[in-house]
């Protein structure tokens, strides 16, 4: 099944700065997918990101506060910008995963666990 | 849109006994159910799935069932052990990129 790497792993941020987080994938996928989980709460999508084509983003995300860029089919980042404590939580990229054991489904990253402080 | 709700949200069983989770979803045209378990500090790893076309799947000692007429489905841990402790996510889905979670449940199973 497809291996993610996420980076970094964890960080503590002042607010109003940026954080970028990279996800790379150890094989071509055509849709990446970030979510974000808040502390204790399940996971919510952020966005679609397509290889060639501006991310698809859901209600209640913008493209302002978290930019996402995809250069390639197997590279993927997220940026959470002008951060807020209310931003603190675990972002996770996932992709479609038809290779693995189950034949479908998401492989997570490992996920990225941001403090704002 | 879809919408899965999840039950309970904390569960503790003696190690050896069962484990039942239980989620209901909106959308009747979903028609992929995955069952997700995520351990402190990672990212939430594919268990089990289901398809709409199957009632039951069942990988050693974890099964799901699915009820499609009263849309909810239920994942089966038996003979637990302290190891299947963790958080569990089901999720409903149609198509790929509109994969809905529900709340979770975190599982203590006590030695």
């Known amino acids: 099944s497809a291996v993610i790497s996420q980076k970094p792993s964890r960080d503590i941020c002042q607010r109003g700065t940026s954080l970028t987080i990279q996800c790379q994938v150890d094989?071509?996928?055509?849709?990446m997918f970030w979510y974000r989980q808040q502390p204790g709460q399940s996971l919510t999508l952020i966005a679609t990101?397509?290889?060639?084509?501006?991310?698809?983003?859901e209600s209640g995300f913008v493209i302002d506060k978290f930019p996402i860029s995809r250069p390639n089919l197997t590279f993927s980042t997220l940026t959470v910008s002008n951060m807020s404590p209310e931003d603190s939580s675990i972002y996770l990229c996932?992709?479609?995963?038809?290779?693995?054991?189950?034949?479908?489904?998401?492989?997570f990253g490992s996920g990225t666990r941001l403090t704002v402080v | 849109g879809e919408n899965v709700e999840q039950h309970p949200s904390t569960l503790s069983v003696q190690e050896g006994d069962s484990a039942v989770i239980k989620c209901t979803y909106s959308?009747?045209?979903?028609?992929?159910f995955p069952w997700y378990k995520q351990e402190l500090g990672k990212g939430p790893q594919l268990i089990i799935d289901?398809?709409?076309?199957?009632g039951e799947k069942k990988d050693q000692r974890i099964a799901v069932t699915l009820n499609k007429t009263a849309k909810h489905f239920s994942l089966h841990i038996t003979e637990t052990q302290p190891e299947d402790s963790a958080v569990y996510f089901c999720?409903?889905?149609?198509?790929?990129?509109?994969?809905?979670f529900g709340a979770g449940t975190r599982l203590t199973v006590k030695p």
């Open positions: 990101a397509n290889q060639g084509s501006e991310a698809t983003y």
């Open positions: 094989s071509q996928v055509t849709m």
């Open positions: 289901i398809r709409s076309n199957v």
């Open positions: 999720a409903a889905s149609l198509t790929i990129n509109d994969m809905r």
């Open positions: 959308d009747s045209a979903s028609n992929y």
């Open positions: 996932s992709v479609e995963d038809r290779e693995g054991p189950l034949g479908y489904g998401y492989t």
